[in-house]
């Protein structure tokens, strides 16, 4: 007899039948110092989790360490953590997903506070929070760029969590299987929690203290070139999301180009060109951009109301099929 496990249902752990299966998923690039290490530790705390390290195109011996430490092995060739996060998603099978890092620099032993919440069915994902374990990352650049994300999505998007950019999360399987995902690089993260709090998927943080890097490893993230890719995703995601919000900002701002220009320049020219029809111009265009966002926002709605009937039909669907078996 098989039984199927409906996504965030509470599982008796007492009954070896319904345990639910644990994969952890590391992306890794030239990794080697350390993912023998990180591999054992998630051996050591989840005996009966599957350890997944998906290669992102290693030149070291990153792979035969992690196979020799026990780990199974996906290999994504397109650069960029997004693309190994996805790929993992669409290819693995499980019924709760951690997300660790190659680094070592994520504790092991908090996996247990990380992934409970899931399978009591309280959470759809749990965010494991450095700034909640009061200790944040030794760069203070990156303490600046995390805080300054994280108050931009919490007033563009309402999202409330305090580690936008933490690599250290749990997930059910029902939010893996369900979500879109389109982000190749760093700003993987940010899309993972914007979607899911906008979708209304359950969304705990829990607190986690980072350790120090290894001594000799290097971390991949680019400040500023990761921060414009995150900056430009949230800004897509915000107006792919608060399309009214969005487009009523960009329809203000035109209104107020069209009042400074007729304010101060009435009557003049602009490279032969009157700075009384440029100012008309803008006008008409801030009137376009509140017209775009009220249509884009009635359109967004039917969606999210098809989304919500179609995660509805699936968890039945579940349901149905566990009690046939």
């Known amino acids: 007899m098989s039984v199927a496990l409906l996504p965030n249902a509470a599982h008796r752990v007492d009954d070896p039948i319904a345990m639910p299966q644990v ?20 051996q050591a705390e989840l005996p009966d ?36 996060i996805r790929a993992a998603f669409r290819d693995i099978e499980a019924d709760v997903y951690v997300l660790a890092d190659g680094d070592g620099q994520l504790p092991a032993a908090s996996v247990h506070d990380l992934i409970r ?65 389109a982000s190749s690089h760093f700003e ?21 203290e980072v350790r120090p890097r290894a001594e000799g490893t290097t971390t991949h993230l680019r400040v500023f070139r990761d921060g414009l890719k995150i900056s430009w995703a949230i800004l897509l995601l915000f107006r792919d999301y608060r399309p009214l919000a969005f487009f009523s900002i960009a329809g203000t701002a035109w209104f107020g180009l069209a009042i400074v220009l007729y304010g101060f320049w009435r009557g003049q020219d602009f490279l032969f060109l009157p700075i009384d029809g440029l100012a008309l111009l803008a006008a008409v265009t801030g009137l376009l951009s ?34 046939e078996d």
């Open 23 to 42: 994969a952890v998923l590391i992306p890794c690039l030239n990794e080697e110092k350390t993912v023998a290490t990180v591999v054992a530790d998630f």
């Open 49 to 84: 989790a599957v350890i997944w390290v998906i290669d992102n195109g290693s030149t070291d011996e990153t792979i035969s360490r992690a196979m020799a430490a026990g780990a199974r092995i996906i290999f994504e060739p397109r650069k960029g953590k997004g693309f190994a």
């Open 117 to 181: 919440p899931v399978l009591e069915g309280h959470a759809d994902m749990v965010v494991g929070s450095r700034a909640e374990g009061g200790q944040m990352s030794p760069n203070p650049i990156n303490n600046l760029g995390n805080v300054l994300f994280s108050r931009i999505l919490r007033s563009l998007l309402n999202v409330r969590v305090t580690d936008v950019l933490s690599g250290y999360r749990a997930l059910s399987r029902m939010l893996v299987k369900s979500l879109p995902l």
């Open 188 to 208: 993987i993260e940010v899309e993972l929690t914007i979607k899911t709090s906008q979708r209304r998927y359950r969304i705990r943080e829990v607190p986690f």
């Open 290 to 323: 509140f017209a775009i966002g009220a249509t884009l926002s009635v359109i967004a709605r039917r969606f999210e109301e098809i989304e919500g009937k179609v995660d509805m039909v699936t968890t039945v669907g579940l349901g149905r099929d566990a009690s």
